[in-house]
């Protein structure tokens, strides 16, 4: 386990601090919880796939406008949330 410390501003920690009492959490879990969201979508493969372009030989026609549509409405996101949006598409 790594040690992290940082310094931020009075009125940020005082803000960040009457948050968390309202919640009943500690300050550390929610920004755990931040950083942890922040760091699932920067996995370097996810990000070299997503980065990829798409070639028409690649996909049907009817499967690059779905693929379009979905990175139109949700340009960003997890690999596995586009493809959810992709499958639940395709049961309508």
């Not at 070299?48 to 030989?57: D, F, R, V």
């Amino acid at each position: 386990m790594k040690n992290l410390s940082f310094k931020i501003e009075d009125d940020l920690h005082c803000r960040l601090k009457l948050g968390a009492t309202m919640e009943g959490r500690a300050i550390v879990e929610i920004l755990k919880d931040l950083i942890n969201k922040w760091v699932q979508d920067k996995d370097p493969f996810i990000h070299q796939l997503k980065s990829m372009p798409i070639t028409q030989e690649e996909v049907s026609p009817e499967t690059m406008s779905e693929i379009e549509a979905a990175m139109k409405e949700k340009p960003e996101g997890s690999y596995e949330d586009l493809s959810k949006e992709l499958h639940s598409r395709k049961k309508k």
